[in-house]
């Protein structure tokens, strides 16, 4: 499917959009740069270059009328199923089935569209996630229902604490606080039995999991900028779950509750 010069910019357009989605929803660096250059030549474009890493993409098409781009990613979630429908477009890109500005519109509405799972839905998730982790790490029945309550209660707020406090890391912070605090009242009050397996079930949903895999993937695909970033990123979410839990835990410390 060939392309006149004239069209560099819009192509370039799709490529950035297609890669800035994928990004922001959960997509691996290297999967970025595969897929942003196949669709450069699913539209005839074979001397493209690309160079992604977790805050920015960086496009080129070589030629007489060269074309670079620069776009910037500020906010990333997940939400992988808007890297499966990047995927299609792609593949009905390569199989020549659409134009740039008709592959551009089906992006936009792919980015503009809304995450598929609502606020309630996700708390019950991570609720019930929370509850099933206590027994996988052999806790009691009796203390599911402590984990349900404490788990599902961290990440609702996790989402309000990202909305109202822009400060990486510190999010995570004042949920695994309120976890631990919510955990060791359980018990203080008799309705937990074990805070070590209340604790660990609870804040396994607030777990960086897609961050730690990703950082491997990358590393293991020579991506070592983008690898160790969110290694480090991975890291430094870890840590302030963690610190958010010792700080409950040593300040607990005197009511005689170690476990």
Same mark, same amino acid.
């Given at each position: ?36 250059? =196949? ?9 493209? =270059? ?30 992988? =199923? ?169 300040f607990y410390n005197g009511e005689g509750i170690a476990g």
């Amino acid at each position: 499917m060939e392309h006149p010069a004239s069209t560099n910019y819009e192509i370039a357009q799709v490529c950035l959009l297609a890669g800035k989605i994928m990004l922001e929803n959960g997509g691996e660096t290297y999967r970025v740069e595969d897929t942003m250059t =196949h669709v450069a030549e699913g539209f005839g474009i074979s001397n493209s =270059h690309c160079f992604v890493t977790p805050t920015g993409i960086i496009f080129s098409i070589d030629g007489p009328e060269q074309t670079t781009r620069l776009i910037r990613i500020s906010a990333r979630s997940t939400d992988l =199923h808007k890297v499966t429908v990047v995927n299609a477009v792609s593949r009905r890109i390569s199989q020549g089935e659409l134009t740039p500005k008709e592959a551009y519109q089906l992006l936009e509405e792919v980015d503009a569209a809304k995450t598929g799972y609502t606020d309630w839905f996700k708390t019950l998730s991570a609720a019930v996630a929370s509850g099933c982790f206590l027994i996988m790490f052999q806790g009691k029945w009796h203390d599911f229902l402590p984990a349900f309550i404490a788990g599902g209660a961290g990440l609702c707020f996790l989402s309000y604490f990202n909305r109202l406090v822009p400060i990486k890391f510190f999010a995570e912070f004042l949920a695994s606080l309120l976890i631990g605090t919510m955990a060791f009242l359980f018990v203080k009050f008799r309705l937990g039995h074990d805070l070590d397996t209340i604790i660990i079930g609870s804040v396994m949903p607030l777990v960086p999991g897609l961050l730690i895999t990703n950082a491997v993937r990358d590393l293991m695909a020579g991506h070592f900028v983008s690898g160790v970033s969110k290694g480090a990123e991975a890291f430094l979410t870890a840590f302030a779950i963690g610190a958010g839990i010792a700080f409950v835990l040593s300040f607990y410390n005197g009511e005689g509750i170690a476990g």
